[in-house]
């Protein structure tokens, strides 16, 4: 009996989804141009869960994939996202654990890209 390499199979479901793996970042702010600001950072948060950047229709993209989330976690995201200028997209389309993880997406909006 094989076992089923974990990573390797979150790559193959990314695949399946037309999403090529570019890196481990995960705080959107690099997808415009700014630093992550560490402990101080709007991405500090749990929600931050199974993130990876990837590369979609040719953009990158940067992919959060919590169990769940509460509008006191996501209010605060989508505010400073937005003060970024990222544009953020909630979708079912999860690479960790399709079914039980959702996944938030942050893209650069066409002024900063
Ligand atoms: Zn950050």
Redesign the pocket.
């Not at 995960?26 to 690099?30: A, G, I, K, M, T």
């Not at 630093?35 to 560490?38: A, F, M, N, S």
């Given at each position: 009996m094989t076992r089923t390499d974990p990573f390797a199979a979150w790559d193959a479901r990314a695949a399946e989804l037309g999403m090529k793996f570019i890196s481990d970042g995960?705080?959107?702010?690099?997808l415009v141009g700014k630093?992550?600001?560490?402990d101080k950072?709007?991405?500090?948060t749990w929600i931050n869960d199974h993130a990876r950047t990837y590369e979609r229709h040719g953009r990158r993209l940067v992919a959060w994939e919590p169990y769940d989330a509460s509008p006191a976690d996501l209010g605060p995201v989508f505010a400073a996202a937005a003060a970024d200028g990222l544009r953020v997209v909630i979708t079912g389309m999860s690479t960790w654990n399709p079914g039980s993880t959702f996944a938030i997406w942050f893209k650069a909006t066409e002024a900063t890209t």
């Open positions: 995960r705080c959107p702010r690099r630093r992550h600001r560490y950072c709007w991405c500090a």
